[in-house]
């Protein structure tokens, strides 16, 4: 069955970095847009990052352009997340989610994606 699992996730000081990794299973996901979102407690999820193709076209949250990178293994049939200069607001479940063609436009939208992780935790003290 076709599946994605995240790792990665774990307890970090403000300022340090962490780089989540999205495996996937089943089947390829080399042709699907890629997404990573997250949820804090009590808040709604929201978007983080997105690879629409390949690496080639990338969006980020306002929030954390800049210290957030997607990027695609497709050889592993892996997507990952690095994250450098995490702050307390970072704190969250991050999760990993997949569109596979044909592809949904808001890729800053759950609703696009059918494939999803359970997601991994990451804490960003101060």
């Known amino acids: 069955q076709v599946q994605l699992v995240e790792s990665g996730g774990g307890l970090v000081q403000a300022g340090g970095s962490l780089r989540l990794s999205c495996s996937a299973s089943?089947?390829?996901?080399?042709?699907?847009?890629m997404g990573w979102f997250r949820q804090a407690p009590g808040k709604e999820r929201e978007f983080v990052a997105a690879?629409?193709?390949?690496?080639?076209?990338?969006y980020y949250a306002d929030s954390v352009k800049g210290r957030f990178t997607i990027s695609r293994d497709n050889a592993n049939n892996r997507v990952y997340l690095q994250m450098n200069g995490l702050i307390p607001e970072d704190t969250a479940v991050y999760y990993c989610?997949?569109?596979?063609?044909?592809?949904?436009?808001?890729?800053?939208?759950?609703?696009?994606?059918?494939?999803w992780g359970q997601g991994t935790q990451v804490t960003v003290s101060s």
């Open positions: 989610a997949a569109d596979l063609p044909p592809w949904g436009s808001r890729y800053y939208l759950p609703s696009m994606y059918e494939y």
């Open positions: 089943g089947r390829s996901f080399n042709s699907a847009a």
């Open positions: 690879d629409r193709w390949q690496g080639t076209n990338t």
